[in-house]
Structure formats: C-alpha cells, structure tokens
C-alpha cells in the first residue's frame, strides 16, 4: 500500500488552514491568518503590470532572482543598516521567505547538528530543521513581556550547535529584541561558531521608540548570519510570494545551492516590481508605520473592551491577549469558542511550541491587526460580548 514519507507524517495541517476554514464556515472576522486584506503600494502593482506587458520578463529568472531585484535588496541592506552586500554572490531571491528559511537550513545544516529555536516560533521552522535531520533545542520567551532567560539560553548551546533561528520583530509575540538581548546572542553564537538564520520579515514594523537592529549589524556577525527578509510584509503583497535571504558570499552559496533544487527560480515580473517598490522614498516606511499604530491602538482598545489582557507589540501586526479572566479553557478551547459563537477567528498559540512546553502559551491567543478599521471595529463589537 502506497503511504506518504515519514519525515512529513508528524506535520499535519497548519494551524492557519484549520483556522481558515472554521473562519469561513461561520462567517468570522478573520483575525487569524496575518495577511492584510489591502493591497499594498499601487506604484508596485502598476510596475508588476508593466512587466508583465513588456515581454522578455514573462519567462524563468535567473535562479539567484533578477539582477534588479537583488540590487534592490543590497541597496536597502546599506541604506537603512550600513550593510555592504554583493548583490550578486551574496543576495538569493526566493518564492517568500518561508522557502528562504528553508533553503537556508538546508544548505547550512547537516543531519546530527542542533539548531537552536526560540518559540513560540513560526511554524515552518522546526519542519525544516527535522526535514534536514537537525535535532531543534527549544528557548522559550517568557509573558508577560515575552523575553527569554540568559541562563536559558546559555544552556541551549554546546559544540553540536549549527545554527540558530532568530525572529525580530517577533511573530507571534510583538517583540522586537533589544540590542543587549542580540550581543548576547552574538557573543555566544561567536563562541560556538554558530550560523544565525534571522528572519527579519517585519523590520520595518515597530512602533514607538522601538527600533529593529539586525543582527548582522553587530560587531563580527555579517559573516555568520543569514537575513531573511520579505515583500509580502514590507510591501504589503503575500500573494507575490517574493522573499530573498543576503549575507556572507560564503554563506548564501550555501543558501543558493538549495534553492535550486528547491524552487531553482521565483516569480519574475514579480521581482520586477519589488525592485521597483525598493526605490520608494522614506515617505513610504513612514506612512506604513503610521497606518498600522492607528490599527494597532483599535485592536489593543478591542481587547481591552473584551477583557483580555496584553503587552503593547512592540512591532509587527501582531498582538497576543491572555484571555484566562474571560474563558475558562486552553488556547484550541477559546480558538474555536471565538469563531463559533463570538464570530472571530484568532489563532491558538500552542501550535507555535514544543509540545512539553505547550503550558506556555495556553492562556493566549493570537490576534492579527494587519485588516480594515472596519473589520478591526466589528471584531471588538463581537468580542465585547466576552465580558459581559
């Protein structure tokens, strides 16, 4: 009888599928999935259109990704942090981020190494790490202010330490690592001759006098870290699909030699127009912000109306509300609770950990504020009713 690999057998469905599909049969406010149901910059769109209607861009790109793009990408890199990238070597283009991360453990890790996970995590890490034979060691940010314990972490590192994976701004969580909590990281990844793989898809996501630092930008880690970034979420476009991973030559040819065999090329009149999208003035980073601290002071003021508490995100469209004064119930329990009769989806959080730490994050759930006012609004009328 034909069956389907073991190494797949343990995932399942995501979560956001299930989530999905119970948001559409009862008609919920979906604030589950975190994709904005707006479109991002029209300039981009008008740029797609015209590379689709040129010709000549309609066929493969290059498998490292369209020499435009990835200029784009090392422009970037030096114009906001600093970065010298060679947007030739040291760029790879990729069918969004999630393949990045995943091309990036697979030319990075060997079978037996460790690869060091901070979770809650997104939920294609730990796939990719038992997908290339790594064993995930687990270091858990703590709530209410979702950060980690030094001694923690210190202990997660040892000479089988390959890579760690690191997420700031993070989902689902909202926090954005402090430059302390990054030179310790650096310091011991140093110490270990350790690969960073650092998923910075919401870089350009933080509010207040929160400021997202790279990594890579730290004394001695350009050479051994892996940024991974995305137009999905700095331009608003998931349904493009276009990601790209930078850093050393030596270590996106790792990166590279994956994805050839993985996707080898990504969608080219998309590069186009996220190459054109990088050429954006400041205007645009700042007005993104703007339009989301207004959408996040609605969600946070809908969990205050519906008695769930939270810490402010300090970046991303994320925010993560312990719901245990109004439900008596785990986080799967009050998910399907919410969508079945409050009318909104949001996701359980204890799918994003290792199951002996699920306790975790039982009493929370994930809400995503990357959706209309209007929508936001009707949430927090329909979630009201917790309270009363």
Not at 185 to 210: K, P
Request: aromatic share 12%; with cysteine; glycine share 10%.
């Amino acid at each position: 009888m034909p069956q389907i690999a073991k190494r797949v057998m343990p995932f399942g469905t995501t979560i956001f599928t299930e989530i999905n599909q119970l948001a559409a049969q009862y008609n919920a406010v979906n604030l589950g999935q975190g994709k904005p149901d707006f479109d991002g910059p029209p300039e981009a769109v008008q740029a797609f259109i015209d590379a689709l209607q040129q010709g000549g861009h309609n066929q493969y790109a290059p498998g490292p990704g369209a020499p435009a793009a990835r200029q784009g990408v090392a422009n970037h890199a030096e114009k906001h942090y600093g970065l010298t990238v060679d947007p030739d070597q040291g760029v790879v283009m990729t069918p969004g981020a999630t393949e990045a991360v995943f091309a990036s453990i697979m030319g990075l890790v060997d079978a037996g190494d460790e690869v060091i996970i901070i979770q809650p995590f997104f939920d294609s890490y730990v796939p990719g790490v038992l997908m290339a034979g790594a064993t995930p060691v687990f270091v858990s940010l703590h709530a209410p202010d979702w950060t980690f314990d030094e001694a923690e972490l210190r202990a997660a590192f040892n000479e089988r330490t390959r890579a760690i994976i690191i997420n700031t701004p993070h989902n689902p969580t909202g926090r954005v690592f402090t430059r302390e909590e990054l030179a310790l990281i650096a310091e011991l990844c140093q110490q270990y001759d350790v690969t960073v793989i650092s998923d910075e898809v919401y870089e350009h996501l933080v509010f207040g006098d929160n400021v997202h630092i790279p990594i890579a930008t730290l004394p001695g880690m350009f050479e051994r870290t892996v940024t991974i970034g995305s137009a999905g979420k700095t331009f608003g476009m998931t349904g493009w699909k276009i990601g790209w991973a930078y850093g050393d030559t030596a270590l996106i040819k790792g990166v590279w030699s994956a994805h050839q065999y993985i996707a080898f090329a990504t969608n080219h009149p998309a590069q186009l127009a996220v190459a054109h999208a990088f050429k954006l003035g400041d205007d645009y980073y700042a007005n993104y912000r703007a339009v989301y601290e207004g959408k996040r002071q609605r969600i946070m003021a809908a969990l205050d109306g519906a008695g769930i508490s939270y810490t402010a995100p300090q970046g991303t469209y994320f925010v993560m509300g312990d719901f245990s004064a109004v439900f008596d119930g785990d986080d799967i329990a009050f998910s399907r609770y919410a969508v079945a009769e409050i009318g909104v989806a949001v996701i359980p959080p204890t799918t994003f950990y290792h199951a002996a730490h699920r306790h975790l994050g039982q009493n929370h759930v994930r809400f995503s504020f990357a959706k209309h006012d209007e929508q936001i609004d009707e949430a927090a009328r329909r979630l009201a009713r917790l309270k009363q």
